[in-house]
């Protein structure tokens, strides 16, 4: 055991590997943090097609859904991989290639989440807001929304410490973020235990973290219900 | 766009064989696996019900240990950290028993476990107190209430979040590739690979994983039906960890 490894390589593994500040593009937090936004957004369009009247949105949506919960993570990140480059026609770097297939990927996961928080809403509310002159639109986005999403914050935490967890897939398309910011240092070290325990441990303290975070927030909301 | 279609790549040459070794290995990696992640889920989902500080605080540690670090991560840790901390005799027979297969099951079993740990104890946690309670009463000790009461109860109400987690658990296969297991999305790309023909591949990859979930999910609710005890359905909850 010889933890001096760490202390020799502590700014690639955090800077490089974990935020994303050096000479690759990479970073953990880099990929997650705009993955989790935007897979929200998307998912929240989702989620909203997917209780839609109209079969022409409710069909895609659920379709859509069913098929990235069926599907491993890993197979969506080769689709990607493999797939964008036919499109497009040139091959596209690592970082758009893995935020492309997390987004599209976690947006099925996030859709579902929105799509119970709606439904959590009374009804009531969705036909007072009828009564009172709104549109449907209108009554979305300022009175089922609101509502719904703070019945969401706690799930909407907990899928984010999964995406976190899943960012470490995007190595194996060759994106330098903590996993594979220790593969590299592990490839001229052959430390293997001290830099993955290393790694286990600032991802476990992230996911904890959010993890306590969501439990407070679930308790705060308990206190003062809406 | 210009892409041409070949699916006949599929069926020519060793394809069709990789494709089914493939599923075998999948199959095989996810049930082993699957059997530790039941083992260690059910006793340490058991455990953090109990009434004994220490044990519950033990099963907390692990679950929340090994729950909130990516599976990949454990993967690299049980394949390239474990093994050169065991004695030679017992590294020598790993790498002649295919060390990646095992590391590939003990890092899904154990991450696993962790997970369905939390399903068991919710499970436990949705049958009423006075169950226990009764069975105490008639003279059970606290073991066997649990082992011939509180757990076939909670097995029979858990089947539709077990079936989820298991179901993640195939999915989640797919990461043992990065050490070099040869599972379904290892030979997907293997043909790829050889072929060139990267959306036939994982055409066919992805089909497989969906049938192969379907039918798991099928069969799942049939026993669901079976098994289901009227009026208790345990609490779905969504964006589980």
Known sequence: MDFSVIINNVSFLILQGFLGLGNFTGGTLRLAVPAIILGFLLGTFIGIGRLARSRWIYVPTTVYVEFFRGVPLVMVIFWFWFIIPVLVGKALPE????????VIFEAAYFGEIVRAGIQSVPRGQAQAATATGLTQAQTMRHVILPQALRNMIPALVTQSIVLLKDTSLASIIGYVDLTKAAQIVNNREIRPFELYLFIAVIY???SYGMSRYAQHIERRLAINPA | MTYNFDWSVLWRGQSALWLLQGLITTIELSAVAWVLAFILGISSGALRTVSITPLRWLASVY?????????????FFWYFAVPPLLPQPAQDWLFDHGAEFWAGVVALGVYHGARFSEVVRSGIQSI???????AVSTGLTMAQAYRLIIIPIAL??????????????????????????AELTFQTRQIETYTAKAFEALTAGTLIYLLLCLAIATIMSQLEKRFAIPGMIVKRQTGEL
């Open chain 1, 95 to 102: 970082y758009s290639v893995a935020l492309a297939a997390f």
């Open chain 1, 204 to 206: 476990w303290l992230c």
């Open chain 2, 63 to 75: 679950v929340e240990f090994f729950r909130n670090v990516p599976l990949l991560v454990w993967m």
């Open chain 2, 128 to 134: 009423p107190k006075t169950q226990f309670e009764a």
């Open chain 2, 156 to 181: 029979r109400l858990i089947i539709p979040p077990a079936t989820n987690e298991s179901l993640n658990l195939i999915k989640n296969s797919s990461v043992a590739l990065t050490i070099g297991v």
